[in-house]
């Protein structure tokens, strides 16, 4: 078992395809994962279970393996403590809960917007490119640059689970410049499919950063650098040279635009 513990976890998937939805059922999606080589003792413990959760899981997953046969369960090292019900967030790390909320409430509209779709009207076209301003302006610029270019600094960034955030982020960012290219063309159907993806893409992203990546890094963050993270995050957000309060407005004003 233990050889199993150190395999990346898509690797462990396409072997015994059962495990992603034990996994699954401890609320651990890793199988649409886009990088996937995350091992499975590193899963584990990012995913802070409780201690008799994650044993009932790994014996789980050891019978998947070797059906039938009597297996010591691996205890899986952690320096902190495991997972309370409620999750706690440092200051830094509630700035960017905070801004999640902003971001998944334009996730909420992206179905009216979808629907309402119109790429040929100088007001169609207009809501397009404010949302393609927002995602830009806010959710990237104000928001995943923080997290990017201060934030996963702290740690090291080749870490698996921070390669996946990355992945999101440019995947995100494909998504952008194909709305913007469909713009071009007036080509709904492409922008309707781009958009709709990037509503799941980021829903799943911020969900996988509010329950587990925010909670593991402040678990793995002195209260000092805790204190520099604030600091340099305050720091990026004035030199930025605009406010957030725009994209506040933008999102009410569509909000009270597409209300049923
Ligand atoms: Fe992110
Ligand atoms: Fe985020």
Same mark, same amino acid.
């Given at each position: #078992?233990?050889?199993? #513990? ?8 396409? +072997?015994?395809? %059962?495990?992603? !939805?034990?996994?699954? /059922? *401890? ?29 009932? @899981?790994?014996?789980?997953?050891? =019978?998947?393996? *070797? ?25 830094? @790390?509630? #700035?960017?809960? %905070? ?30 490119? !404010?949302?393609? !301003? ?12 923080? /997290? ?5 600094? *702290? ?9 996946? #955030?990355?992945?999101?982020?440019? +995947?995100?960012?494909?998504?952008? =410049? ?9 080509? %709904? ?14 829903? =799943?992203?911020?969900?996988?950063? !509010? ?43 569509? /909000? ?5």
């Amino acid at each position: #078992m233990e050889a199993y #513990m150190n395999k990346g976890i898509k690797e462990v998937i396409d +072997q015994f395809p %059962e495990v992603e !939805d034990i996994l699954n /059922e *401890y609320d651990i999606g890793c199988g649409p994962c886009s990088v996937g080589t995350c091992l499975l003792k590193d899963i584990v413990k990012i995913h802070n279970l409780p201690a008799d959760q994650e044993q009932e @899981m790994i014996a789980r997953i050891a =019978q998947t393996i *070797y059906p039938g046969k009597k297996i010591e369960i691996p205890r899986v090292e952690r320096k902190t403590k495991e997972r309370t019900e409620k999750v706690t967030y440092s200051l830094p @790390m509630k #700035m960017l809960v %905070e801004e999640h909320v902003l971001i998944k409430r334009l996730v909420a509209l992206i179905p009216a917007i979808v629907e309402n779709l119109d790429a040929k009207s100088e007001e169609g076209r207009q809501i397009i490119l !404010d949302t393609v !301003d927002f995602i830009r302006s806010y959710a990237d610029k104000f928001h995943h640059a923080k /997290e990017e270019e201060i934030l996963f600094k *702290y740690f090291d960034d080749s870490l698996d689970i921070l390669k996946v #955030m990355y992945e999101d982020h440019t +995947q995100g960012r494909g998504h952008v =410049q194909a709305i913007l290219e469909a713009l071009d063309r007036k080509d %709904e159907t492409t922008i309707a499919k781009h958009l709709t993806a990037y509503g799941v893409l980021l829903s =799943q992203h911020i969900k996988k950063e !509010d329950e587990i990546l925010l909670p593991w890094l402040d678990r793995n963050l002195s209260i000092s650098r805790i204190g520099k993270l604030f600091k340099e995050f305050k720091e990026a957000d004035d030199n930025i040279g605009y406010s957030a309060s725009k994209y506040e407005a933008f999102i009410e004003r569509m /909000e009270a635009k597409f209300k049923k």
